[in-house]
């Protein structure tokens, strides 16, 4: 069973950007899709973006799109959340999943990091 653990996060200001990592280890990490969902306070978990098996297939929200960059590295067993032109919606706690199907439902991502913080000021 793979362990995920997400680091980088922190106060930035509007315009401004971050690199979350979410390290993995046990399993296999090139058999896993990975991806990127947030969750700000009140609301609900929400997909930010996924990349397949190949570190060149990426998929986004509407949201992030143009803005985030995902990357996977399978040699580091690392994939990472490149964040730019942050806005203060992007306020949140991200977490890092990992999933056998691709897709952008959290309901199928068995595998979680605990989170890491990212506030962004105006």
């Known amino acids: 069973q793979v362990q995920l653990v997400e680091s980088g996060g922190g106060l930035v200001q509007a315009g401004g950007s971050l690199r979350l990592s979410c390290a993995a280890s046990?399993?296999?990490?090139?058999?896993?899709?990975m991806a990127w969902f947030r969750q700000a306070p009140g609301k609900e978990r929400e997909f930010v973006g996924r990349?397949?098996?190949?570190?060149?297939?990426?998929f986004y929200a509407d949201s992030v799109k143009g803005r985030f960059t995902i990357a996977r590295s399978n040699a580091e067993t690392t994939v990472y959340l490149h964040m730019n032109s942050l806005k203060p919606d992007d306020t949140a706690v991200y977490y890092c999943?990992?999933?056998?199907?691709?897709?952008?439902?959290?309901?199928?991502?068995?595998?979680w990091g605990q989170g890491t913080q990212v506030i962004v000021s105006s």
């Open positions: 990349v397949l098996w190949s570190q060149f297939d990426t």
């Open positions: 046990g399993g296999t990490f090139s058999s896993y899709v």
């Open positions: 999943a990992a999933s056998v199907r691709d897709g952008a439902d959290a309901e199928g991502y068995m595998h």
